[in-house]
Every structure is written in C-alpha cells, then in structure tokens.
C-alpha cells in the first residue's frame, strides 16, 4: 500500500520533467500530429513508461529522442499512443505480449 503512495506521488512529481521531454523530444514532428497529445489516454501511460525505463537505468533523457526520430510518426493518429509502445518495447524487449521488438532505450 505504501508503494503505490510512493509510485502516485513520484508520478506526479515527474510528470511536468516528461512532459517536457516528450514536447521537446516531439519538436521536429509537424505540430498537427502533436496536437492532443497530452490529451491522449496513452500519455500518462508514456510518461509511466518513461518512468519506469528511467527506474531501470535507461537514459531517457536521449533514447526517447531517438525513439521519435528512429521511425516516422506521419501516419499515426495518437503520437502518444506510438511513442508509448515504442517505449515500452525498449524497455520489455523480449515481451511476447508487445509485438515486434524496437531498439531499446538506452
């Protein structure tokens, strides 16, 4: 019970330092792909993703750039839905239940 007090609240302190990755990160996508983003149902599922692959060791600060700019994101209808599986393939390469494998964040 505690630790999922813990996870709510280091979530919450997070968030803000994310989401400004994400936004920078997202900087050379054409802005009408960006737009909801944050209202996307997958960002804070992103953003947890990019937690726990920061939790794991995994230098987000420069992987998750290269998960944007490592595929292109012209047909995807919720950025942040991609960029979500993106992450969390890096970080759960070998999880069946993910699909294909993508490069890990590193």
Known sequence: RMWAEYDTIAGVA????YGELVA???A???A???EGLRESAAYGPL???LRDAQALGLDVQ???PRLVE???LASAADVAAVLHGRVARGVHPSDPRRGGAAPPVR
Not at 14 to 17: P, S
């Open 14 to 17: 997070q968030r803000d330092r």
């Open 24 to 26: 920078s990160s997202c």
């Open 28 to 30: 050379g996508v054409p």
């Open 32 to 34: 009408e792909q960006v």
């Open 47 to 49: 953003l947890a993703a």
């Open 62 to 64: 420069q992987g998750l």
């Open 70 to 72: 490592g595929r292109s």
